[in-house]
């Protein structure tokens, strides 16, 4: 999973081991992703992507 700082384009989380490079992280550990999302919205980290929209069933 992808995740974004528009603030900080070199953030470091270091309790969470991960570095932003160019305002982007890649995220494969499910914890971490969690724990990254209730960041503080100052620093405006957020996920990017997420699950395709699903097909509507006829």
Same mark, same amino acid.
């Given at each position: 999973?992808?995740?974004? $700082? $528009? @603030?900080?384009?070199e *953030? @470091? @989380?270091? &309790? *969470? &081991? @991960? !570095?932003?490079? &160019? =305002? %982007? +992280? %890649?995220?494969t550990?499910? +914890?971490? +992703?969690? +724990? *990254?999302? =209730? *960041? /503080? #919205? %100052?620093?405006?980290?957020? #996920?990017? =992507? =997420?699950? /395709?929209?699903?097909? /509507? !069933? $006829?």
């Amino acid at each position: 999973m992808k995740f974004t $700082s $528009s @603030v900080y384009k070199e *953030l @470091v @989380v270091h &309790d *969470l &081991d @991960v !570095t932003f490079h &160019d =305002g %982007e +992280a %890649e995220i494969t550990d499910k +914890a971490t +992703a969690d +724990a *990254l999302r =209730g *960041l /503080p #919205a %100052e620093l405006g980290v957020r #996920a990017v =992507g =997420g699950r /395709p929209t699903k097909e /509507p !069933t $006829s």
